[in-house]
């Protein structure tokens, strides 16, 4: 935040203030399966509490010959991750690391994850350094 002070006038940048106050928001990267026919099988709604979802790519996106097409939409998708946005990992396996490694490379290795725990049936928020010790 820049703050000038002219004539006994405080000029705030607000625009640098508004970006750190930004509600975070939940990557999913694939849909929910089912959801094209309106019956997804899980419900996602939980992760709600840890920001505003965006769903990346459809349910069925798949990596099947060459990760290059999925890598330069992944890209593009991601890249406005922030350090308090979120990871909700749905879908096709390779994907998911695809992603995992794009959202490494954009924060320096430092992300956040939700993780579902069926016993207590909800959604746990995980950090990651990746160069910590």
Do not use: C
Request: proline content about 5%; hydrophobic content about 40%.
């Amino acid at each position: 935040m820049t703050t000038i002070i002219a004539h006994d006038i405080i000029v705030v940048n607000m625009e640098k203030e508004k970006s750190l106050d930004k509600e975070p928001t939940v990557y999913v990267i694939q849909e929910i399966a089912g959801t094209k026919i309106g019956k997804p099988k899980i419900n996602i709604v939980g992760a709600t509490r840890y920001g505003k979802i965006k769903f990346l790519l459809e349910e069925n996106s798949q990596i099947i010959f060459s990760p290059g097409p999925i890598y330069i939409k992944l890209r593009r998708l991601l890249k406005d991750f922030k350090l308090h946005d979120y990871l909700l990992l749905t879908g096709d396996p390779a994907i998911i690391l695809l992603t995992g490694i794009i959202v490494a490379e954009i924060t320096n290795g430092k992300f956040n994850l939700l993780k579902w725990d069926k016993q207590e049936a909800k959604y746990y928020p995980i950090e990651f350094d990746l160069h910590s010790t």
